[in-house]
T-cell receptor, first 114, second 112 residues
Framework: NAGVMQNPRHLVRRRGQEARLRCSPM?????VYWYRQLPEEGLKFMVY????????ESGMPKERFSAEFPKEGPSILRIQQVVRGDSAAYFC????????????FGPGTRLTVT | GQQVMQIPQYQHVQEGEDFTTYCNSS?????IQWYKQRPGGHPVFLIQ?????EVKKQKRLTFQFGEAKKNSSLHITATQTTDVGTYFC????????????FGKGTHLIIQP
């Protein structure tokens, strides 16, 4: 059973460009979470999605950031017009249910904005 | 907003010594989970505690959940070099976001 897949693993973007991060959850998991981690910091919750629905996006910046989890295909975290402060590791996690289920994390995408 | 605080931020120990990290929430938690992240790696689930006062053991690791469900601890007995990494507690505070709220983690550094 393949784990959570994320790609790309490393992404370099210039200021003003768009960044697209992909996450394929574990087989059988319909709950996907995105987190951001700055160096030496904990993980900050961004958004929680189920298939085709955004359940909670309270942790996501109101502008430039969006997420989707279509019926077919991976979940996408999209950052438009990136700025240097967006440089971070972005982790996706999946679970078979909500709250009382452990979350399985992907290897992360390290985004660097130059 | 809801916060999960973890102390200490860094802990240096000699190999073979014990290690403890503490986690405190400003609100009652429905459950608490512990994760370990190796340098350059991703968080890996260790355990979940749900019941008030619950204690669980995994070999040399002992996890506790406080009676008020607002604090937790992880204790490692006789640390080994393989224990190196950052240990995070995470919970879902009542009435908060649906994702996990993570503490900032405790970095465990082991000197041989």
């Amino acid at each position: 059973n393949a784990g959570v897949m994320q790609n790309p693993r490393h992404l370099v973007r210039r200021r003003g460009q768009e960044a697209r991060l992909r996450c394929s959850p574990m087989k059988g998991h319909s709950h996907v979470y995105w987190y951001r981690q700055l160096p030496e910091e904990g993980l900050k919750f961004m958004v929680y999605l189920q298939k085709e629905n955004i359940i909670d996006e309270s942790g996501m910046p109101k502008e430039r950031f969006s997420a989707e989890f279509p019926k077919e295909g991976p979940s996408i975290l999209r950052i438009q017009q990136v700025v240097r402060g967006d440089s971070a590791a972005y982790f996706c996690a999946s679970s078979p249910g909500w709250q009382l289920y452990e979350q399985y994390f992907g290897p992360g995408t390290r985004l660097t904005v130059t | 907003g809801q916060q999960v605080m973890q102390i200490p931020q860094y802990q240096h120990v000699q190999e073979g010594e014990d290690f403890t990290t503490y986690c405190n929430s400003s609100t009652t938690l429905s459950n608490i989970q512990w994760y370990k992240q190796r340098p350059g790696g991703h968080p890996v689930f260790l355990i979940q505690l749900v019941k008030s006062g619950e204690v669980k053991k995994q070999k040399r690791l002992t996890f506790q959940f406080g009676e008020a469900k607002k604090n937790s601890s992880l204790h490692i007995t006789a640390t080994q070099t393989t224990d190196v990494g950052t240990y995070f507690c995470a919970g879902i505070p009542g009435g908060g976001a649906d994702g996990l709220t993570f503490g900032k983690g405790t970095h465990l550094i082991i000197q041989p």
